[in-house]
């Protein structure tokens, strides 16, 4: 891909643009946009993974845009139980109550779960009471389709890495109830808008394989997740050649990778999500994604 980081934003004259941010850190993105000082080059394609030219021109952002939209993302791809402590003590796998998987763990969420970086999520009724949860990951999006990829190839076909919130709904998960006796994956975490992804897609050729970045999440300010991306069971290579076995993963395809300690379900008292809540997570030179859970009556 032509850009080191990717964004789509609205430009002054409100025409809607591609482009690479001019800025040192991923920290500075909003700071910029506040202060009508964030810059673009502009980037020549019609979608996120059609990036075809980098041109000469920059432009003023005033307005900054989710770099992905449903339309453009066929699937989202997930993996659970997939982070470790630094010295082979478990981290999530722990907390779930499992030993190490052997292969990556995989379940979906559809389109319609995609959700911007600081939009209102709009929580329906039978994922609220006591069983909403928050989870920062890393996230990757597929450059192009691609089937049987050596772990060692992985990497030619990652458009970008990304910040993502993976939001559930723990007692359909969970609960026997709900879910039966077996977990249930796919229902507690497709909802429309329990995906949230961020506003930079970053290249490989910025951060390489994105296996060492410090990931924190926070709920109200309250500080939960915070860990390195190297703590990874599987790292991205892994996850991306596993999951191209014998399966087409499609252009526009998002994988997201896993989540770490802290999150509700792994408290010993657990402190679930409530209406209005604000969860931030964030990824070192990948950016944040903040969004308010709203309770719909």
């Known amino acids: 891909m032509p850009y080191s980081a990717l964004i789509r934003f609205r430009n002054l004259e409100d025409k809607e643009r591609f482009g690479e941010p001019q800025i040192q850190h991923a920290e500075e993105l909003h700071l910029l946009l506040a202060n009508q000082a964030l810059f673009a080059v502009i980037l020549n394609g019609s979608g996120p993974c059609d990036i075809t030219r980098r041109t000469d021109i920059w432009d003023q952002v005033a307005e900054l845009l989710s770099v992905l939209q449903a339309k453009s993302v066929p699937i989202i791809k997930c993996v659970g139980l997939n982070y470790i402590k630094h010295i082979l003590t478990l981290f999530t796998i722990q907390e779930g109550g499992r030993k190490p998987l052997p292969y990556p763990s995989m379940f979906v969420k559809p389109s319609a779960s995609v959700a911007g970086f600081n939009e209102d999520i709009l929580v329906p009724k039978l994922a609220q009471e006591n069983q909403l949860d928050d989870g920062g990951e890393l996230s990757f999006v597929i450059g192009k389709n691609c089937k049987d990829v050596s772990k060692d190839n992985a990497r030619n076909y990652i ?55 410090r990931l924190q999440t926070w709920v109200n300010d309250e500080f939960r997740q915070d860990t390195e991306t190297n703590d990874l ?65």
């Open 159 to 213: 458009a970008g890495y990304m910040t993502s919130n993976d939001v559930s709904a723990r007692t359909w998960q969970r609960d026997p109830a709900y879910a039966g006796v077996v977990p249930e994956w796919c229902f507690s975490k497709g909802f429309d808008k329990f995906a949230l992804l961020g506003p930079l897609l970053v290249s490989p050729k910025a951060v390489g394989d994105a296996s060492n970045l």
């Open 233 to 297: 069971l599987f790292e991205v290579k892994d996850i991306f050649s596993f999951l191209s076995q014998g399966t087409t993963l499609e252009k526009g395809t998002v994988v997201m990778t896993g989540t770490p300690a802290g999150v509700a379900m792994g408290m010993t008292e657990p402190i679930y999500l409530r209406d209005g809540d604000i969860v931030k997570v964030r990824i070192d030179r990948l950016g944040s994604v903040e969004n308010r859970m709203v309770f719909q009556h």
